[in-house]
């Protein structure tokens, strides 16, 4: 996750760690290979970026995510559940991922007083009661300890109701050496919370000794860690690597949360397959009886409302003239209100009679 400075340009940002193994990939399997465009195609920047349409996204989910406190909108702060608020300190990343959900956002680092003001809003009265979870995400949180320190300090002294931090990184397979000891250090001197991870790792051949190093540094001061990774053609789209993927979580200790449909963002249509591979895909896997059972993830998207989980009677129709499926979200519209008055439903949501949303969302294609 990161930003771009200008509205359709994603700059290629690749860490010395990643080339390194890139690099490798190549010399060992040959640049024609499907291991070397399983890690490369992630990182290396595209042509086929260039072709997009009018109805892709430059941004996750089309809608006013916005956040007000105290009358004054509220930077790099966002709400789309209850129990939850998340907080963007930092949009840096150690390198950018060509699939990045927020390649089109703006460029930003909050302001100490924006990290204040947010972490007082999380326990402010119409908030303490439902909200006891933080996802610290950007960017990449562990790209600078100044500042996540700031934020930690400011939550625990400001919002006394949260109990779990969770941090949304992937310096564990992109920059594994910042998992350092002054990183535990600072984890380790806040009691209060609990500490998840959310990882992003999309094939069994980035499990490389340095990144599962990391890890395990994490998980021995006491971390949780789990992988929600995209569903990208070429990569990670077939079988035989879907299930080695899930047996190498498992054997470190890493829950499979979500596979996710790869979002409609801007230059990424060459990642996507069609929903009903992955529905497939999952299906298969769910009853495969090659790994264990606690390995299986739930096959989700991001639509522009939040997450919805795939099922056999999500989808209610289809819309031929723009490759659009109509998805039942499950999500309250009167519900979603309550906990976040500022939320303006975007234009892609039908209400249901019993008050749910359905949404619009662009499938992708299974073209070579």
């Known amino acids: 996750m990161a930003g771009t400075k200008e509205k359709g340009s994603f700059k290629e940002?690749?860490?010395?760690?990643l080339k390194s193994k890139i690099h490798d990939l190549k010399k060992d399997?040959?640049?024609?290979?499907?291991?070397?465009?399983?890690?490369?195609?992630q990182y290396l920047q595209s042509k086929k970026e260039n072709y997009s349409s009018n109805i892709e996204r430059t941004r996750h989910y089309e809608s006013n995510v916005e956040v007000s406190y105290e009358g004054m909108p509220l930077v790099g702060v966002e709400r789309l559940y209850k129990p939850t608020i998340l907080i963007e300190p930092t949009t840096v990343c150690a390198a950018h991922c060509r699939w990045c959900l927020r390649g089109q956002?703006?460029?930003?680092?909050?302001?100490?007083d924006e990290i204040i003001r947010a972490t007082k809003y999380m326990s402010s009265k119409e908030n303490k009661k439902d909200v006891f979870e933080v996802l610290i995400t950007g960017g990449d949180p562990l790209m600078s300890l100044p500042l996540l320190k700031f934020t930690l300090e400011q939550i625990e002294k400001n919002a006394?109701?949260?109990?779990?931090?969770?941090?949304?990184?992937?310096v564990p397979f992109q920059d594994p050496e910042r998992i350092n000891d002054g990183m535990l250090e600072l984890f380790s001197s806040f009691k209060k919370f609990r500490f998840e991870v959310g990882i992003n790792?999309?094939?069994?051949?980035?499990?490389?000794d340095e990144s599962i190093k990391s890890i395990k540094k994490l998980?021995?001061?006491?971390?949780?860690?789990?992988?929600?990774?995209?569903?990208?053609?070429?990569?990670?789209d077939d079988f035989s690597t879907l299930v080695e993927l899930y047996k190498k979580l498992r054997e470190n200790d890493i829950e499979a949360h979500y596979l996710f449909h790869a979002i409609p963002m801007v230059g990424t249509s060459h990642h996507r397959t069609s929903l009903k591979k992955g529905y497939d895909l999952t299906r298969r896997l769910s009853s495969c009886g090659l790994f264990s059972g606690r390995s299986k993830p739930k096959y989700a998207v991001l639509s522009d409302i939040g997450k919805i989980v795939i099922y056999e009677d999500t989808i209610i129709k289809k819309r031929l003239e723009d490759n659009s499926l109509l998805l039942n979200s499950g999500f309250s519209y009167e519900e979603r209100l309550k906990w976040n008055p500022s939320w303006k439903k975007p234009q892609s949501v039908e209400i249901a009679k019993d008050g749910n949303m359905y949404t619009w969302y662009l499938d992708g294609d299974d073209k070579k």
């Open 29 to 41: 399997y040959g640049v024609d290979s499907k291991e070397y465009f399983a890690v490369a195609s």
């Open 219 to 236: 998980q021995n001061i006491g971390f949780k860690i789990y992988n929600q990774n995209p569903l990208l053609k070429g990569v990670n």
């Open 201 to 208: 790792v999309n094939h069994p051949l980035e499990f490389w």
């Open 105 to 112: 956002y703006p460029i930003q680092t909050m302001k100490k």
């Open 13 to 17: 940002i690749i860490s010395p760690f």
């Open 160 to 170: 006394p109701n949260i109990s779990i931090i969770r941090i949304g990184t992937r």
